[in-house]
């Protein structure tokens, strides 16, 4: 039988490999395809079938990577959205947003002669980004937009019919031959 600190630590690990392959996922992904067109990103719509969520969730899964540039778009527009409900809260989104870009920045980062490594630079971001709007009291709002936003999101992934056919091997080859 397992003691609860054995238990803690697998979890532990369990977690850090999911968060190292999202990190992973995150980083390598070609962010600059350019978005599908808006005719095609809201033609046919059908609910899968609930019976089968691997239907489901291949729908969902290759229609997140299909219109992820779309998707970004979306998320864009509730950001903006958002900004002209709260016009101050501009200035935090931009410090959070450079911040951001020179934390993704490939080239190494020094200051005082000391070399900022790239985890630890998003974990200052990271820091940075949840606390910042949590002094300031924007948070909550954010989330709620961040939250419809994710909804309309998830729920177009799963009722556009995909133009890509689900193959269990080849969701990524064909999403990628589709670009």
């Given at each position: 039988?397992?003691?609860?600190?054995?238990?803690?630590?697998?979890?532990?690990?369990?977690?850090?490999?999911?968060?190292?392959?999202?990190?992973?996922?995150?980083?390598?992904?070609d962010?600059?395809?350019?978005p599908?067109?808006?005719p095609?990103f809201?033609?046919?719509?059908?609910?899968?079938?609930?019976?089968?969520?691997?239907a489901?969730?291949?729908?969902?899964?290759?229609?997140?990577?299909?219109?992820?540039?779309?998707?970004?778009?979306?998320?864009?527009?509730?950001?903006?959205?958002?900004?002209?409900?709260?016009?101050?809260?501009?200035?935090?989104?931009?410090?959070?947003?450079?911040?951001?870009?020179?934390?993704?920045?490939?080239?190494?980062?020094?200051?005082?002669?000391?070399?900022?490594?790239?985890?630890?630079?998003?974990?200052i971001?990271?820091?940075?980004?949840?606390?910042?709007?949590?002094?300031?009291?924007?948070?909550?709002?954010?989330?709620?937009?961040?939250?419809i936003?994710?909804?309309?999101?998830?729920?177009?992934?799963?009722?556009?019919?995909?133009n890509?056919?689900?193959?269990?091997?080849?969701?990524r080859?064909?999403?990628?031959?589709?670009?």
């Amino acid at each position: 039988m397992m003691d609860d600190s054995s238990m803690v630590w697998q979890w532990v690990s369990k977690a850090r490999a999911v968060v190292n392959e999202v990190s992973r996922e995150i980083t390598q992904r070609d962010w600059r395809i350019p978005p599908r067109t808006w005719p095609e990103f809201v033609e046919r719509f059908s609910m899968p079938k609930i019976r089968n969520p691997r239907a489901v969730w291949n729908r969902m899964y290759l229609n997140l990577n299909y219109y992820q540039t779309n998707y970004l778009i979306i998320y864009a527009l509730a950001l903006v959205m958002f900004l002209l409900r709260k016009p101050w809260s501009v200035l935090e989104v931009t410090a959070i947003v450079t911040g951001w870009s020179f934390a993704t920045r490939v080239a190494p980062i020094e200051i005082y002669g000391r070399r900022i490594t790239r985890n630890q630079r998003f974990g200052i971001m990271t820091v940075v980004s949840l606390g910042l709007p949590i002094l300031t009291g924007i948070m909550r709002p954010l989330l709620v937009t961040f939250a419809i936003a994710t909804v309309v999101v998830v729920l177009h992934s799963i009722a556009r019919h995909s133009n890509v056919h689900h193959r269990a091997g080849e969701i990524r080859a064909q999403v990628n031959d589709k670009w």
